[in-house]
């Protein structure tokens, strides 16, 4: 069974452009959350769908948004960049939400902000 | 909200010796917790997991154990290998969410 895919891996971006990474989970998992990993906040929880609805939301400011389709598929959409927006971005998939279903992650998409 | 601390912050072991990190979490609520390896440039693995009514789990050279009066589980990897060199996080699930701990950085030297 193929793995989380996220597209795409790398991504350099300007102080002000907008992005949109996109999340692929595996086959038949219906929930995918998001994270930011940094060296210095480390992993850090921004949302989770399920079902094309959001269901949790982590401490980040509106400007990161995301949305699921029909499929499962995710994307997430950060607008007006700021430098401290560079991080690795993770996306992880679960067959199921809430109790304790593993989670999977992909490799993440790389963004570099300028 | 939750907390988890994790320690070492870096751990380095000669191959063949063990290797142990803890974790320590505040939220009682808590009633997952799973343990991620991460490898340059890749996403993090799920190596075991353990919930919160299972006091130890064991899966060939690695093993979880949970002491939820203490609020604190630790990952042990016995006869290490340099391919387990990584970077190991703990994580917490509270009220749907996974709260991640620092890391450890685990250095196997041949």
């Known amino acids: 069974k193929a793995g989380v895919t996220q597209t795409p891996r790398y991504l350099i971006k300007t102080r002000g452009q907008q992005v949109t990474l996109s999340c692929s989970p595996i086959?038949?998992?219906?929930?995918v959350s998001w994270y930011q990993q940094t060296p210095g906040q480390g992993l850090q929880f921004l949302f989770e769908?399920?079902?094309?609805?959001?269901?949790n939301k982590g401490n980040f400011p509106g400007r990161f948004s995301g949305r699921q389709f029909s499929n499962s598929r995710s994307e997430m959409n950060v607008s007006t960049l700021e430098l401290g927006d560079s991080a690795l971005y993770l996306c992880?998939?679960?067959?199921?939400?809430?109790?304790?279903?593993?989670?999977?992650f992909g490799p993440g998409t790389r963004l570099t902000v300028t | 909200g939750e907390n988890v601390e994790q320690h070492p912050s870096t751990l380095s072991v000669q191959e063949g010796d063990s290797a142990v990190i803890k974790c320590t979490y505040s939220d009682s609520a808590s009633n997952y917790f799973p343990w991620y390896k991460q490898e340059l440039g890749k996403g993090p693995q799920l190596i075991i997991d353990i919930r919160s009514n299972v006091g130890e789990k064991k899966d060939q050279r690695i093993a979880v154990t949970l002491n939820k009066t203490a609020k604190h589980f630790s990952l042990h990897i016995t006869e290490t290998q340099p391919e387990d060199s990584a970077v190991y996080f703990c994580?917490?699930?509270?009220?749907?969410?996974?709260?991640f701990g620092t890391g450890t950085r685990l250095q196997v030297f041949p």
């Open positions: 992880a998939s679960s067959l199921r939400t809430g109790r304790s279903y593993e989670q999977y």
């Open positions: 086959s038949g998992h219906r929930s």
């Open positions: 769908y399920f079902s094309e609805t959001q269901r």
């Open positions: 994580a917490a699930r509270w009220t749907d969410k996974l709260i």
